[in-house]
């Protein structure tokens, strides 16, 4: 009898001990997915602005065909994908492929996701099975009209341009750090999804620096009214000025003394490159700064001009110059450096200097506010002016910014700020700065 309770209390004892390990394990698990679904942002295109449930989706996302709203990601049974299996999980994530058998909609970076090892997908797995809250949200119908709304020419998009998921494999030759920078760009980070440009068939050129050069090299066109730079070795209108450094400053908190985050990156560095480790940030900023300009063709960095000296003076005869001093000097100076971890500098700033000038005719035109994160926790605005200067005058001043203190870019017309003016995305950012009617302006758009 002794014997019996003793083994009794043995095999209870050991059923504790290996309970208390798989659970232990199992919470370290989701802490880990919970780490890479923040790598990999999936918080901020699955959840309907600021009160919006996390991860029930409803946000809006606008297409050349139509508005599709992003999907219920939490484990609701109903409406979320609670019953989802893991291998149907990996099905979507990483190829694009829903519970049904039909092709999500390349909104979703399956082709970036395609990277992401398979452990990776269990630990996330693992967190929005048991770490994230369910929510009975109904999924929203497209707004796109029928027959671009057919579902099957997604597979054969999805067949031409998506890759097989592979798991990563890093170059044992190279910097570790570097490889896990690689890594995380190129997979969950899904950088090139914004800021590599797309063909006409809307895939991105290159999945990978492997691909081309480019892999990185700034979008082909505005996205939600903003134009995404070129994160690769360009002088001009790249990372080319910026040191490691000042770009892993820039990733974990929105700023540097070299810019500051805006439209979509804001939501990046709010809701999850705040998150990451050191590590993966220097890693991060250690691979972008290995990219070297496209084509091989470097443009000299902005050298000093007379222009400070000239506004000094009190000489501000250069076409826009007078504006700028009026709207611009007391917060980025006459001689374009700005004030140090506060408002930007223009001078050699590449959002200045790309040849689209749509981000900045938007950013006169509405102003920004940056996001209070840690290790920056005063949210800095600036103005809107699209509600005081017509589009001339916006032309004017970004003409002046463009072409002084060694900047150098494409000259902007008014008819180019009333075209982004015009923008929908545009005017809801209007609205939510408070500006007033800009159609009543002088020269304001038709």
């Known amino acids: 009898m002794k014997k019996r309770l003793f083994s009794a209390l043995a095999l209870g004892m050991l059923s504790m001990a290996c309970w208390g390990q798989s659970a232990s394990d199992n919470s370290d698990l989701i802490k880990r997915g919970e780490y890479l679904a923040r790598a990999g942002d999936c918080v901020a295109c699955h959840t309907n602005g600021a009160k919006g449930q996390p991860f029930a989706g409803g946000l809006a996302m606008a297409t050349p065909i139509g508005t599709i709203y992003s999907t219920n990601i939490t484990p609701d049974k109903t409406h979320g994908i609670g019953s989802y299996t893991f291998e149907e999980f990996d099905d979507a994530v990483r190829r694009g492929v829903r519970k049904d058998g039909s092709t999500l909609y390349p909104a979703m970076p399956f082709p970036s996701f395609a990277r992401i090892t398979e452990p990776d997908m269990r630990a996330m797995y693992a967190y929005f099975m048991h770490g994230v809250q369910p929510v009975a949200e109904a999924n929203k119908d497209t707004d796109i009209p029928w027959p671009l709304s057919m579902r099957w020419p997604l597979a054969i998009w999805r067949g031409l341009f998506a890759p097989d998921p592979a798991d990563f494999v890093s170059n044992a030759s190279a910097d570790p750090v570097l490889e896990r920078g690689r890594y995380l760009v190129e997979g969950l980070g899904h950088c090139g999804a914004c800021h590599t440009p797309r063909s006409i068939t809307m895939q991105e050129k290159a999945l990978s620096e492997q691909d081309g050069d ?32 000042e770009v892993a400053e820039f990733l974990k908190t929105g700023r540097n003394d070299k810019g500051v985050v805006f439209g979509g990156m804001s939501d990046v560095v709010e809701h999850s490159l705040q998150y990451l480790s050191d590590d993966d940030i220097t890693a991060i900023a250690r691979y972008l700064k290995s990219l070297p300009p496209k084509g091989g063709k470097q443009s000299p960095a902005p050298v000093a001009d007379d222009t400070a000296q000239q506004l000094w003076k009190g000489n501000d005869s250069k076409t826009g110059a007078a504006l700028y001093v009026d709207n611009c000097a007391a917060c980025h100076r006459t001689d374009g450096v700005g004030y140090k971890r506060a408002f930007p500098a223009l001078k050699g700033n590449p959002v200045v200097q790309t040849e689209d000038p749509t981000s900045l005719i938007h950013i006169i035109l509405t102003g920004n506010t940056t996001p209070a994160v840690n ?72």
């Open 214 to 245: 480019d892999y990185l090299s700034g979008s082909s066109a505005p996205i939600d009214g903003w134009v995404a730079s070129s994160l690769r070795g360009e002088n001009r209108d790249g990372l080319g000025t910026w040191s490691e450094a």
């Open 375 to 446: 290790g920056a926790v005063s949210n800095l605005t600036m103005p809107s002016f699209g509600w005081r200067l017509n589009d001339q005058q916006v032309a004017d001043v970004a003409n002046f910014v463009r072409s002084s203190w060694g900047n150098k870019a494409p000259a902007v017309s008014a008819s180019d700020v009333a075209k982004v003016r015009k923008d929908r995305s545009i005017i809801a950012d209007e609205k939510a700065m408070g500006s007033p009617d800009v159609s009543k302006l002088p020269g304001a758009a038709e």
